[in-house]
């Protein structure tokens, strides 16, 4: 990724786009609700930098909440104040002035990380605790990035991976620079560039001088703000992150959801919990845990060649479920796998590579069916 950021430009832009947003959305309305926020821009990652920051804020209000008169590790009283704040959270309203600020250090962001994923990274691992990067921060990380994902993703692998509970910051950013290397695992701009340019036409040769893509973008039409659904708003604002982003890098331009299907997805039911569960475990991330062979099952077959062991039934699964059913990626990853010297060294192209790259569920009957065939080769 060549070129160098031009940070006057970006902030410039930034203000423009904040301004265009809020002049259209409170035209018409006196605050903005958090369902409308999630859809508030058709860019996801502007979106979740401002759930980001409001979650950041609902969680220093509980702690402030305390008081050194009351007993409040007591259950009924854990419990009362767990249902007042997700009251609170369901009833997001925020007037302009108050959220101006919000959507402009959430659209700042939103550009550093599209156009400068290596500095944005290193500055969002320095800002961890005690210069450590723990399991909590890898899900934060994880969780809140949109743009250039795999990044993210493979950044928790790696601490998962390395069997403890933490690193220190420095341990991180050695790992940041080894994945960036190749850019394999960064988002190709452009969908993400249309998206801005559908608000305010975004001149890439003005923030980012250098670049040899396309300058600018004409402006599609907009869609108008969704429904609000039911339920606590902090324990179902980031079920749309699960939803497909565009691959590292896709031979061809691969657009996000229109704005109208990503509010039919995100106005479908939302199952709500019965019990009272703390916020924190609703916003974990799915890490995988550090495999050990036992868990994809009994193998006793050796096999000489793992593509020759793959039913079509099998295959058809694999490349439609695992791979974009893109048959060159699959044919190509399993390439990879026969050439690994070791399970371990299989197993890492998998839950490094692979999975960040096209998103895997770690947990789904594909990858342990695929990684038990791995196994089979090795045993």
């Known amino acids: 990724m060549s070129g160098t950021i031009n940070h006057a430009a970006l902030k410039q832009y930034a203000a423009d786009f ?3 947003v809020l002049a259209d959305f409170y035209a018409s309305k006196a605050t903005i609700n958090g369902q409308e926020i999630l859809a508030l821009t ?3 990652q502007v979106n979740l930098g401002i759930i980001s920051r409001i979650f950041d804020q609902w969680k220093a209000d509980a702690q402030a909440f ?4 009351f007993d409040f590790e007591k259950e009924d009283v854990k419990n009362a104040l767990q249902e007042f704040m997700n009251t609170v959270s369901r009833n997001i309203a925020i007037k302009q002035e108050d959220f101006h600020p919000l959507l402009l250090e959430s659209t700042e962001d939103a550009l550093m990380l599209l156009f400068g994923p290596a500095d944005y990274f290193e500055r969002k691992l320095r800002e961890f605790p005690n210069f450590v990067f723990d399991k909590e921060g890898a899900q934060r990380i994880a969780k809140y990035t949109h743009i ?3 990044v993210a993703r493979n950044l928790a692998l ?4 390395s069997g403890s509970e933490y690193v220190y910051v420095n341990q991180a950013l050695t790992w940041l620079s080894k994945m960036l290397e190749s850019g394999s695992l960064l988002d190709d701009r452009t969908p993400y560039i249309e998206q801005f340019s559908s608000v305010i036409p975004l001149n890439v040769q003005v923030i980012f001088p250098g670049d040899t893509r396309a300058a600018d973008f004409t402006t599609p039409p907009k869609d108008s703000t969704g429904a609000r659904p039911s339920g606590s708003f902090f324990d179902a604002a980031l079920a ?5 982003m565009p691959g590292a890098r896709p031979s061809s331009p691969v657009p996000e959801p229109a704005i109208a299907e990503f509010r039919e997805q995100r106005n479908a039911p939302i199952p709500t919990s019965t019990g009272v569960n703390s916020l924190n475990s609703r916003f974990k991330v799915d890490i995988p845990t550090r495999s050990e062979e036992a868990n994809y099952g009994s193998v006793p077959l050796k096999v000489d060649n793992i593509l020759g062991s793959i039913a079509l039934g099998q295959r058809f699964m694999f490349v439609n479920q695992l791979f974009n059913k893109n048959s060159d990626s699959f044919d ?3 390439r990879e796998l026969e050439q690994a010297r070791s399970f371990e060294e299989a197993r890492e192209l998998m839950t490094n590579k692979f999975a960040s790259k096209y998103f895997w569920d ?6 342990n069916d695929l990684m038990a065939l791995v196994k089979r080769k090795f045993n």
């Open 18 to 20: 904040t301004s265009q």
């Open 42 to 44: 058709p860019i996801r």
């Open 66 to 69: 305390r008081s050194p008169y």
């Open 148 to 150: 250039h994902a795999g």
């Open 158 to 161: 790696r601490l998962t991976d």
């Open 240 to 244: 749309d992150t699960s939803q497909p």
């Open 332 to 334: 190509e990853a399993i």
């Open 362 to 367: 770690m947990n789904s009957d594909a990858v």
